[in-house]
């Protein structure tokens, strides 16, 4: 059956048919602890019943629109998020990728309509090793060959910057620099966590240069660091939230931009749209999200947890493993033999009961 599936992954072998909580259990009734939680989708776990029951409710009530009418869970929920960021304004839409597309357009308007940049020429600042995303424009500015060979001819403005180093965000921008966007974790790329203060640093310089602060909190946000927002371990607010992932609860796929008033008032009818984007269930169940959120259980849960999880790893380099990082329920190890892939280690753990993902080679 396989052969009828495009092969844009390479799957581990196992075939995952009921998930409760921390874990799955495969077709042969093998359980499973899933240290993956679809890349921070599941941060509640799977199938958690607050959120299973506000899904199975909306799906009685009423399930997609689509924009060209209002529905009930739209405005409660952009409310209930904008409170959660400390924004004003949220505009929801469906997968991550789609969530960076609709920053990069409101970043572009804004520098054009707000900041007087020439038409067309606007610059988003962004860093080597992102992950962002799949579409087109998106990969044009990954610095990973893999993700680019063979998709181009390739949208234009963007300028790479290594990451963790904010004397080379200073030096990048240009009166043309419309936005900075970055993730304050690097995730996909083996759990970076920047140096003590760069985001606070990157904060004030783009605040001194007019420069819009994009923070990609899809998969560092909602809980995952133990705090709600990644940027809360520096107190630092950018100008625009990028979410995904965990705000569809593991069971719809929903995203949204979140910002001030002044920023994303530069969309208007017509501009930015989605069939999907804002739907009543997707709403419903982000609604039910933000509640669990608000008080702050689950990401004690993911400090708390996170420290023994800190401490095990730990115990590992120079016992096989040549770094960790940990940042809350969050980890990347590099395999020191570099003989062994990090597949390989993923497929030993498979095979002891740990769901795990290989991120780039050795990590
Ligand atoms: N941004 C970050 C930081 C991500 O980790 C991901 C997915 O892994 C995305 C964007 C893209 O999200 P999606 O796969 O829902 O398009």
Not at 115 to 141: M, Q, W
Not at 170 to 186: N, Y
Not at 246 to 275: F, Q, R
Not at 292 to 319: K, N, Y
Request: aromatic share 6%; with cysteine; hydrophobic share 40%.
């Amino acid at each position: 059956m396989e052969s009828f599936t495009a092969s844009n992954y390479a799957p581990f072998p196992v075939t995952l048919v009921h998930g409760e909580g921390a874990w799955v259990v495969d077709d042969t009734g093998r359980r499973y602890v899933d240290c993956l939680a679809a890349y921070s989708a599941v941060n509640f776990g799977h199938r958690h019943p607050r959120l299973v029951a506000a899904a199975h409710a909306q799906l009685d009530r009423l399930t997609l629109t689509s924009r060209a009418f209002g529905n009930d869970q739209l405005a409660p929920f952009c409310r209930d998020l904008a409170e959660m960021c400390g924004m004003e304004i949220v505009l929801p839409m469906n997968t991550g990728a789609e969530g960076v597309e609709t920053a990069l357009k409101v970043a572009r308007r804004w520098g054009y309509r707000r900041k007087g940049v020439p038409r067309d020429h606007a610059e988003i600042i962004v860093c080597d090793g992102n992950f962002h995303g799949r579409t087109t424009t998106i990969v044009g500015f990954s610095t990973d060959p893999e993700a680019r060979d063979g998709f181009g001819p390739f949208t234009p403005g963007f300028i790479p910057v290594p990451y963790g180093d904010a004397t080379a965000l200073r030096a990048a921008i240009t009166e043309r620099t419309v936005a900075f966007l970055v993730e304050p974790v690097q995730g996909e790329a083996g759990v970076i966590v920047p140096p003590p203060g760069y985001l606070a640093e990157a904060r004030e310089i783009c605040r001194a240069a007019n420069v819009l602060m994009i923070a990609d909190e899809i998969q560092s946000g909602l809980g995952r660091t133990g705090r709600t927002f990644a940027c809360d371990h520096e107190d630092v607010r950018p100008d625009v939230y990028i979410l995904g992932k965990a705000l569809g609860g593991g069971i719809v796929p929903l995203s949204a931009v979140v910002a001030d008033a002044d920023v994303l008032d530069v969309i208007t009818p017509g501009s930015h749209g989605s069939t999907f984007g804002g739907n009543p269930l997707a709403c419903a169940i982000g609604r039910e999200v933000i509640a669990m959120l608000r008080t702050g259980e689950f990401q004690d849960r993911a400090a708390v947890l996170g420290r023994r999880l800190a401490e095990s790893v730990g115990g590992l380099v120079g016992d096989g493993a040549s770094a960790a990082r940990v940042h809350g329920l969050w980890a990347g190890i590099d395999v020191a033999d570099p003989a062994v892939p990090a597949r390989d280690v993923c497929e030993m753990l498979l095979e002891r009961g740990v769901l795990a993902k290989d991120a780039h080679g050795q990590t």
